[in-house]
């Protein structure tokens, strides 16, 4: 089946350094990647949508100044979290729209935790 | 946008009983509704989904109904065993391979043996 690959799996990062966190689609063209985060015991709540080759559309109170989106191929998209803080700490996951021949649905990849010291 | 509201955010039950987990979406555009079973520190499992030209779908000990008329859609468990404590969201999207995923808050659900 469809694989995301997601790297790092957790990042310890002191207050004002950026971290980048990288998706690959390992056996499929993903056009479309979706950014969440989510919080201890909440939800995925949705940060941003990218889409290869174009700027990425950020939901509503998403800083995109502070979390980078980059989806320079249909195989990799990037999120960097910018001149990070503690309060950017959060479980971070991508999710790859499938599509075309693998049919329909969403692959996760398998999250980042991240934690600003 | 679409917001898709989840309860109950708990629910407990005795090993072999039922449960059921409700959700409700606000943009009656959406056509895909997938349910999905998180363990902590771990990506979302795919357990059911359901389009919106179809009213149930079961697969096993799952189930999941769908009311277009209303909005609202329920994941049904049957037989419930304690290795199925966990956390369930639901979603909605207006399309099942590109639209954005909007999931409901999550429900901790634990099966005591």
């Known amino acids: 089946g469809a694989v995301v690959s997601q790297h790092p799996s957790r990042v310890i990062c002191k207050s004002g350094t950026s971290v980048k966190i990288e998706c690959r689609s390992l056996?499929?063209?993903?056009?479309?990647m979706f950014w969440y985060r989510q919080f201890p015991k909440k939800s995925l709540m949705l940060m941003a949508t990218?889409?290869?080759?174009?700027?990425?559309?950020?939901e509503q109170g998403v800083e995109k100044d502070k979390f980078l989106i980059n989806h320079a191929s249909l195989t990799l998209s990037t999120l960097t979290v910018t001149s990070a803080h503690p309060e950017d700490s959060s479980f971070y996951i991508c999710?790859?729209?499938?599509?075309?021949?693998?049919?329909?649905?969403?692959?996760f990849g398998s999250g980042t935790r991240l934690t600003v010291v | 946008g679409e917001n898709v509201e989840q309860h109950p955010s708990t629910l407990s039950v005795q090993e072999g009983d039922s449960a059921v987990i409700k959700c409700t979406y606000s943009?009656?555009?959406?056509?895909?509704f997938p349910w999905y079973k998180q363990e902590l520190g771990k990506r979302p499992q795919l357990i059911i989904d359901?389009?919106?030209?179809?009213g149930e779908k079961k697969d096993q000990r799952i189930a999941v109904t769908l009311n277009k008329t209303a909005k609202h859609f329920s994941l049904h468990i049957t037989e419930t065993q304690p290795e199925d404590s966990a956390v369930y969201f639901c979603?909605?999207?207006?399309?099942?391979?590109?639209?954005?995923?909007?999931f409901g808050q999550g429900t901790t659900l634990q099966v005591k043996p």
């Open positions: 990218s889409n290869e080759g174009s700027k990425a559309t950020y």
């Open positions: 999710s790859a729209a499938q599509g075309g021949q693998r049919g329909y649905g969403y692959t």
């Open positions: 056996d499929f063209q993903a056009t479309t």
């Open positions: 359901i389009r919106s030209n179809v």
């Open positions: 979603a909605a999207s207006l399309s099942s391979n590109t639209g954005k995923l909007i």
């Open positions: 943009d009656s555009a959406s056509n895909y």
